[in-house]
C-alpha cells in the first residue's frame, strides 16, 4: 500500500485537473457570492443615506422659505478724491 501524501491524493483523485478546475469554480463562484453580497448590503445603505439627505435637504428647504434671511445692508460707495496738485 502506498502510504504516502501523494500516493493517497493520486489514489482517492484529489489532484486531477478536473478536481482543480471544480476547486476554481467553487472559489470563482463563492467570491462572486461574496461580491454581490456586499454590493447589496452596499446599495441599501446608499439608498438609506439618500433617504435622509432628501429629507434633510427639504427640511432645510421649509425652514430657509419660513424663515427668509434678512436683506444685505447696502455697499457704501467709496468716496472719490480727487487731488489737485
Known amino acids: 500500500m502506498n502510504k504516502t501524501k501523494?500516493?493517497?491524493?493520486?489514489?482517492?483523485?484529489?489532484?486531477?485537473p478536473?478536481?482543480?478546475?471544480?476547486?476554481?469554480?467553487d472559489r470563482k463562484s463563492l467570491a462572486k457570492k461574496e461580491?454581490?453580497?456586499?454590493?447589496?448590503a452596499n446599495d441599501v445603505k446608499t439608498a438609506r443615506l439618500k433617504a435622509l439627505r432628501l429629507e434633510k435637504e427639504k427640511l432645510d428647504a421649509e425652514e430657509a422659505a419660513a424663515n427668509p434671511p434678512p436683506?444685505?445692508?447696502?455697499?457704501?460707495r467709496p468716496v472719490k478724491?480727487?487731488?489737485a496738485g
Open 18 to 25: 478536473q478536481s482543480l478546475d471544480q476547486v476554481w469554480e
Open 71 to 76: 436683506p444685505a445692508p447696502p455697499k457704501k
Open 6 to 16: 501523494s500516493g493517497s491524493l493520486r489514489n482517492n483523485g484529489g489532484r486531477t
Open 81 to 83: 478724491r480727487i487731488n
Open 35 to 40: 461580491m454581490a453580497a456586499e454590493s447589496a
